[in-house]
Structure formats: structure tokens, C-alpha cells
């Protein structure tokens, strides 16, 4: 099962931007096909629905922007995108996209008012680690991890500090 929140087949009310930031580096290549598979068919199949926003990063020697889209009826072209995805590079740039995915969720959702996550896909603990210790670990004060046999996912919600400390104080206040 996908590390979301909801499938597409239970019907979220409210969109969903994600930000799918994908190990692109040579230790990723074992790993490459069974994840691309998984994303094929558990995220985009299954979890994205019409209207849904999806940003994915190919994070190789350096981290850019290899799709953006408004999620229609038609999701070939992402699924394309990922398959036909290129290794690049011996170290994953995961700081640079998640930089990017942080400000892209700020500028794109000011309100608040869609569901939006960072998705990490990576060959290893030791390609996220410069990420986790680096200027983007505040992303993973709050996330949940699932491992695989060759590759592992952590989904983090971009600027979710605020959100966490306004249900915490919420929660107290009725108490």
C-alpha cells in the first residue's frame, strides 16, 4: 500500500499536491524498474485523482524538475516520464529538490487548503543522509517511512510545522 494518506477509490474531497523527488544516482540503478513499477501503479494509478497537482524531481547530480502537471483523466505522459527516467551521477542531490518542493508548496498553497506531501524515493539511507543532517532536515521532523527489499520511501509534509503546533495547541486548550 502506498505511504498516503487516502486512495484515489475513497475519494478525497480535497486535492492533493505532491512532490515526488526520485534517487536518480548509480546506486539507485538495481533498484530503478521494481520502483518505478510501484510508483506507476500504487501513486499515480491509485492515489491520484483528476485535479490532484504532481511535481517530480529527478534527483541525479543535480536535482530538476522532470515533470509538472495538473493531474486529467489521461496519466501516461508521468508514467512515461518515470519509466524513461536516466541515472546520473554517483551522489543524489536531494537537498536542492527539496528546497524546491518546500517553496513550490508555500508559493502554491498559501491557504492551505490542499492536502500537500514531499515523497522520497531512494535507494538507500546512506544517499538520504547529507539530506537528513543538511539545511533541509526540518522537513523530516514529521514523516513516515516504508522500506522495500532494495529501496525505501519517506513521505514528509513541506511546512507542516505550523500546522502540527496549531492542532497540538488546539488540542490543549480543550482539555
Same mark, same amino acid.
Given at each position: 500500500?502506498? %505511504?498516503?494518506?487516502?486512495?484515489?477509490?475513497?475519494?478525497?474531497? +480535497? %486535492?492533493?499536491?505532491?512532490?515526488?523527488?526520485?534517487?536518480?544516482?548509480?546506486?539507485?540503478?538495481?533498484?530503478?524498474?521494481?520502483? /518505478?513499477?510501484?510508483?506507476?501503479?500504487?501513486?499515480?494509478?491509485?492515489?491520484?485523482?483528476?485535479?490532484?497537482?504532481?511535481? +517530480?524531481? #529527478?534527483?541525479?547530480?543535480?536535482?530538476?524538475?522532470?515533470?509538472?502537471?495538473? /493531474?486529467?483523466?489521461?496519466?501516461?505522459?508521468?508514467?512515461?516520464?518515470? @519509466?524513461?527516467? &536516466?541515472?546520473?551521477?554517483?551522489?543524489?542531490?536531494?537537498?536542492?529538490?527539496?528546497?524546491?518542493?518546500?517553496?513550490?508548496?508555500?508559493? &502554491?498553497?498559501? @491557504?492551505?487548503?490542499?492536502?500537500?506531501?514531499?515523497?522520497?524515493?531512494?535507494? #538507500?539511507? &546512506?544517499?538520504?543522509? %547529507?539530506?537528513? &543532517?543538511?539545511?533541509?532536515?526540518?522537513?523530516?521532523?514529521?514523516?513516515?517511512?516504508?522500506?522495500?527489499?532494495?529501496?525505501?520511501?519517506?513521505?514528509?509534509?513541506?511546512?507542516?510545522?505550523?500546522?502540527? @503546533?496549531?492542532?497540538?495547541?488546539?488540542?490543549?486548550?480543550?482539555?
Amino acid at each position: 500500500m502506498a %505511504p498516503c494518506l487516502l486512495t484515489a477509490q475513497e475519494r478525497r474531497s +480535497i %486535492p492533493l499536491d505532491l512532490y515526488l523527488i526520485i534517487d536518480t544516482s548509480e546506486g539507485f540503478q538495481e533498484a530503478r524498474n521494481e520502483t /518505478v513499477n510501484w510508483l506507476n501503479e500504487q501513486v499515480i494509478d491509485r492515489l491520484l485523482m483528476e485535479g490532484d497537482r504532481m511535481v +517530480i524531481w #529527478s534527483a541525479g547530480s543535480t536535482a530538476r524538475v522532470i515533470h509538472s502537471e495538473t /493531474v486529467g483523466t489521461q496519466k501516461n505522459e508521468a508514467k512515461d516520464k518515470l @519509466r524513461n527516467i &536516466e541515472i546520473s551521477g554517483s551522489v543524489a542531490d536531494f537537498s536542492g529538490a527539496l528546497g524546491d518542493a518546500a517553496s513550490r508548496a508555500t508559493r &502554491e498553497n498559501p @491557504r492551505g487548503d490542499r492536502i500537500s506531501y514531499t515523497m522520497i524515493v531512494s535507494g #538507500s539511507a &546512506e544517499n538520504l543522509a %547529507p539530506s537528513i &543532517e543538511g539545511n533541509s532536515s526540518g522537513i523530516f521532523r514529521w514523516f513516515r517511512a516504508e522500506k522495500y527489499s532494495r529501496w525505501q520511501v519517506l513521505v514528509a509534509g513541506p511546512n507542516i510545522n505550523q500546522k502540527v @503546533r496549531q492542532a497540538a495547541a488546539a488540542y490543549m486548550s480543550s482539555r
